[in-house]
């Protein structure tokens, strides 16, 4: 369980005992049908990282909806974009083991983060990873029309491993991974994937630092 839950819905049942005391008890349903809502949505599942080499893992609980080419400083790039609904778990796990070397916040709009256009124009997140090969990974963390706080547990020169909590963005969202144009896509548009422990693509295995997955100790506390 994500800590905020625990915030969201120590609220709710305070409300919910005002309204029985002031008001009618029955009222009190409201609130605490809430209280367990939070609860619900802010779990966080313990997950088995897969110690495929070179694997690329999936950041975020949800649907992919769309795989392209894009240009990034020139260069072509993979990506693979993943709408969270606000039924999906949204911890959100680094996709590589690797060092940040670049954190950027952009403030931008709300907008459906199934659209197009949210990759760019949404408020978002933008994490960039560098392998000990020097390959580099970058995943977005990218608000929708519901979510509208973006949460980010590291800050640049940490290192995390593959799978291992970084973050959280609440109620609805999106969440891009870019990678190599030499990388495998293992996914397809449709396909459903689970944080920390779906394989999205494979990165060439020559220098490939797998870390350990399963390892947990190095963890930042949430």
Not at 93 to 114: C, D, H, W
């Amino acid at each position: 369980m994500v800590r905020d839950g625990y915030y969201y819905a120590l609220g709710c049942i305070f409300a919910a005992v005002l309204l029985g005391w002031l008001t009618w008890p029955i009222l009190s349903v409201i609130p605490l049908l809430l209280a367990a809502f939070f609860l619900w949505f802010f779990r966080d599942p313990e997950r088995v990282t897969p110690d495929t080499p070179g694997a690329v893992i999936s950041c975020a609980d949800g649907k992919v909806t769309d795989i392209s080419t894009i240009q990034l400083d020139g260069q072509s790039r993979a990506r693979i974009s993943i709408f969270l609904n606000v039924f999906n778990v949204h911890v959100n796990r680094s996709p590589i083991s690797g060092v940040i070397t670049s954190l950027e916040y952009k403030r931008g709009k709300f907008q459906n983060a199934m659209g197009a256009a949210s990759a760019e124009m949404n408020e978002q997140n933008i994490c960039t990873l560098r392998r000990d090969d020097g390959q580099v990974v970058i995943f977005k963390q990218i608000a929708g029309l519901l979510a509208r706080r973006i949460v980010f547990d590291y800050k640049i020169g940490d290192r995390v491993e593959r799978g291992h909590r970084v973050g959280l963005i609440k109620f609805g969202s999106r969440c891009d991974v870019i990678l190599p144009s030499s990388g495998q896509i293992a996914v397809k548009v449709g396909d459903l994937v689970k944080g920390g422990s779906s394989i999205l693509a494979t990165l060439p295995v020559a220098a490939q630092n797998t870390g350990s997955p399963q390892t947990v100790a190095t963890e930042k506390g949430r």
